[in-house]
C-alpha cells in the first residue's frame, strides 16, 4: 500500500469532513451489524483502492474478517440477519449503503429521505445535536479527484 497517499486521502477527508462521527454497518457471519466511532479509527479499517473512471485511487471501507471481529470487539450491535436486509434491498429500489442509512435512521425515530448532501456541508443523520456519517461496508470515502476538486 501507498502509506502516504492513504494518509494524505484520510487527512485531506478529515480536514474537510462536516463530522468526524460514524456509523458503519457491515454483514459478518450472517448478521448485518452497526457500530458508533469517530475518525481515529479510520486508519484501521479504511483500504486504498482503485478508484473508477480516471480519479486515481480512493479511500473504501471494505472490512476485512478481521477487522470486522475488532468493530463487534468495540461494540457493535446487531441490526438484522443478513437475509433480512438482502431481501430489503432486493425489494426496495435503493442500494446496500441507502438500505442500512434507512434502517438506522428509522432506528432512531427520524425519517429517511434519499439525499446527495456533500460530506462537506452535512452528516446523514443528526441524533442528540451529533451529525454522523452512515457508511455500509464497500462504500467509498473519497478519492484523489474529488479531494483536488475541493482543495484547489
Known amino acids: 500500500m501507498n502509506t502516504t497517499l492513504f494518509e494524505y486521502l484520510i487527512n485531506g477527508y478529515n480536514d474537510l469532513a462536516y463530522t468526524h462521527n460514524y456509523i458503519f454497518g457491515f454483514e459478518y457471519k450472517g448478521v448485518v451489524y452497526a457500530v458508533t466511532t469517530d475518525n481515529a479509527i479510520l486508519p484501521y479499517i479504511l483500504k486504498l483502492d482503485k478508484a473508477s473512471r480516471g480519479a486515481g ?4 471501507f471494505k472490512p476485512t474478517n478481521a477487522q470486522k471481529v475488532m468493530l463487534i470487539a468495540k461494540g457493535a450491535e446487531v441490526v438484522c440477519s443478513a437475509t433480512y436486509f438482502n431481501d430489503m434491498v432486493a425489494n426496495l429500489k435503493y442500494n446496500k449503503g441507502e438500505v442500512f442509512e434507512k434502517i438506522i435512521t428509522e432506528n432512531n425515530g427520524q425519517e429517511w429521505t434519499k439525499d446527495s448532501v456533500p460530506f ?3 452528516g446523514d443523520l443528526t441524533v442528540d445535536g451529533v451529525a454522523y456519517q452512515i457508511k455500509y461496508q464497500g462504500a467509498t470515502f473519497t478519492n484523489e ?5 475541493l482543495t484547489a
Not at 479527484?145 to 476538486?149: E, F, N, T
Open 57 to 60: 485511487y480512493a479511500l473504501r
Open 120 to 122: 462537506t456541508i452535512d
Open 145 to 149: 479527484k474529488i479531494l483536488a476538486r
